[in-house]
């Protein structure tokens, strides 16, 4: 019998901080399984070891299998995963938080649950993307116009500087192969990106659903972050990518993506935007990592694990 089971679960202290990881691992045709405290890939080629606590996201393609064991050790590691279609146009994902804390999740909830916080946290992500351009004052409808004159303007841009033909964004869900070389890397990019943002948010234990500009989807929240980094680092990876050819256009989308998440430390300033955008600076301690309390009328937060039945509670 194994004993895989037994092991203790890693602390936050133990655990690689999210902004350290690297951002996404691309397998395919291949099984995925568990040694010790890495996941190994294997295929024709042999077995290959990854440490589980470096991986952001795995991304599992067209014919992968993946183990029990492996899973149970990507979810303690707070690693997303994703199972990805052909050529990355659907995906499932799925993690656990790096954090034992409720603090981020919490103050998430609160700014939504509040029609004016939830506009002002829409604002602060708009003025992100656009920092030159101010959107204070700027009711939804104002936001939604200015973004997509923006990104209209984003592949206007990346069309003359790579010298790629550009006429329009195009997206078929269910015939990937149907759009030009561009598109298909930008369809592909999105695909990484929401897989990158899911994996901080889990990461961070923020609700995948409770978006601010999105709504409506369980990874509302996932979309506005991966918005966030859409004109500076996704589409233009993609344009990158269609430029050297309209063949194998994902894969090359994909690595040049990397090189540009890993360039620009993104994990790390995702991570950062989020907990700004939140107003939350809460940081965990070894003490409290695992702590578990109770809501009182005041307000206060009660020591869990007692019994008040015959104790005052003030």
């Known amino acids: 019998m194994g004993t895989v089971s037994k092991r203790s679960l890693s602390s936050p202290r133990e655990l690689t901080r999210v902004g350290d990881r690297v951002s996404f691992l691309y397998l395919e045709r291949c099984t995925v399984h568990r ?3 890495a996941i190994t890939a294997t295929d024709a080629d042999g077995v290959t070891h990854i440490p589980s606590a470096t991986i952001g996201t795995l991304l599992l393609g067209p014919g992968t299998r993946v183990t029990h064991q492996a899973m149970a050790l990507l ?3 707070g690693a997303a ?4 279609g052909e050529h990355g ?3 499932y994902a799925g993690g656990r938080a790096l954090t034992r804390s409720s603090g981020l999740v919490e103050a998430q909830a609160t700014a939504w649950a509040n029609r004016r916080t939830r506009l002002e946290v829409a604002r602060a992500m708009y003025r992100l993307r656009f920092p030159d351009e101010d959107p204070s004052g700027r009711t939804r409808d104002e936001l939604l116009r200015m973004e997509g004159r923006r990104l209209k303007e984003c592949y206007r841009r990346e069309a003359a500087r790579t010298g790629v033909p550009w006429k329009r964004r195009e997206y078929h869900r269910d015939d990937f192969s149907a759009a030009d070389a561009p598109n298909q890397g930008i369809t592909a990019a999105a695909q990484c990106m929401y897989g990158v943002a899911h994996a901080v948010v889990a990461a961070l234990g923020c609700s995948p659903g409770l978006g601010f500009v999105h709504s409506g989807h369980e990874r509302s929240f996932v979309l506005d972050i991966a918005d966030l980094y859409k004109t500076e680092i996704a589409i233009p990876a ?3 990518a269609a430029a050297e050819g309209e063949d194998d256009v994902p894969t090359r989308t994909r690595r040049a993506l990397r090189d540009r998440i890993n360039k620009t430390r993104l994990l790390e300033r995702c991570a950062n935007d989020i907990k ?3 107003r939350c600076e809460e ?5 409290d990592a695992d702590r578990v309390g109770l809501q009182s009328d005041g307000g206060r937060l009660l020591d869990g694990g007692r019994n008040y039945g015959d104790e005052p509670i003030w």
């Open 75 to 77: 979810g303690e590691s």
């Open 89 to 91: 146009v659907r995906h």
């Open 35 to 37: 040694d010790d405290n």
């Open 276 to 278: 700004t955008l939140l």
């Open 81 to 84: 995963v994703m199972w990805v």
């Open 238 to 240: 993609a344009f990158d």
């Open 283 to 287: 940081a965990e301690t070894a003490d």
